[in-house]
T-cell receptor, first 112, second 112 residues
Framework: EPEVTQTPSHQVTQMGQEVILRCVPI?????FYWYRQILGQKVEFLVS????????KSEIFDDQFSVERPDGSNFTLKIRSTKLEDSAMYFC??????????FGPGTRLTVL | DQQVKQNSPSLSVQEGRISILNCDYT??????FLWYKKYPAEGPTFLIS?????DKNEDGRFTVFLNKSAKHLSLHIVPSQPGDSAVYFC???????????FGKGTLLTVNP
């Protein structure tokens, strides 16, 4: 069964460094999303992407964040200058169309 | 921002019995509701959904009930199995928004 994949599974970085989290959505899906879950808290929406542009973003998704679909298969989330509070599980999701989204296994980001 | 609430952080049931997981919402613009299951170190897995025009949707052992007037939905698992032990998230989507809004989750433990 097709699934969303994410790399790396765990990323450790120093505060102020840039990180890129990578995702390969399910191949025939058109909508792509990033969510995050800070330890002990709920899963929070960051951004949705459709037709090569951001379709919706949350207030968390500030100028430090960007997304890109650099080729036909990858979908990336870049954090330009990481902060301690960016430490979280980051989940990529994709869908053929709203509302059902299929999630990847997540990348655990640890900012030291 | 507690638009989707899961007031029970945990639930424990015996194998073979019914598990009932509850979810309340406040936003009357929500028109689609989903349940996801999450094991540790994995991403949320889609289980079942319901549109706001329905009051019940069934898929095998899983049934979701929606009470729009009470802004309440529930997930019934019958019979419960030890493999059902996981965190269950209620999520909702509203109107033209692409994003899913999640509850905090309920940890279900099914005892053999």
């Amino acid at each position: 069964e097709p699934e969303v994949t994410q790399t790396p599974s765990h990323q450790v970085t120093q505060m102020g460094q840039e990180v890129i989290l990578r995702c390969v959505p399910i191949s025939n899906h058109l909508y792509f999303y990033w969510y995050r879950q800070i330890l002990g808290q709920k899963v929070e929406f960051l951004v949705s992407f459709y037709n090569n542009e951001i379709s919706e973003k949350s207030e968390i998704f500030d100028d430090q964040f960007s997304v890109e679909r650099p080729d036909g298969s990858n979908f990336t989330l870049k954090i330009r200058s990481t902060k301690l509070e960016d430490s979280a599980m980051y989940f990529c999701a994709s869908s053929e169309g709203p509302p059902v989204e299929f999630f990847g296994p997540g990348t655990r980001l640890t900012v030291l | 921002d507690q638009q989707v609430k899961q007031n029970s952080p945990s639930l424990s049931v015996q194998e073979g019995r019914i598990s009932i997981l509850n979810c309340d919402y406040t936003n009357s613009m929500f028109d689609y509701f989903l349940w996801y299951k999450k094991y540790p170190a994995e991403g949320p897995t889609f289980l079942i959904s319901i549109s706001s025009i329905k009051d019940k949707n069934e898929d095998g052992r899983f049934t979701v009930f929606l009470n729009k007037s009470a802004k309440h939905l529930s997930l019934h698992i019958v019979p419960s199995q030890p493999g059902d032990s996981a965190v269950y998230f209620c999520a909702a989507r509203g109107g033209s928004n692409y994003k899913l809004t999640f509850g905090k989750g309920t940890l279900l433990t099914v005892n053999p």
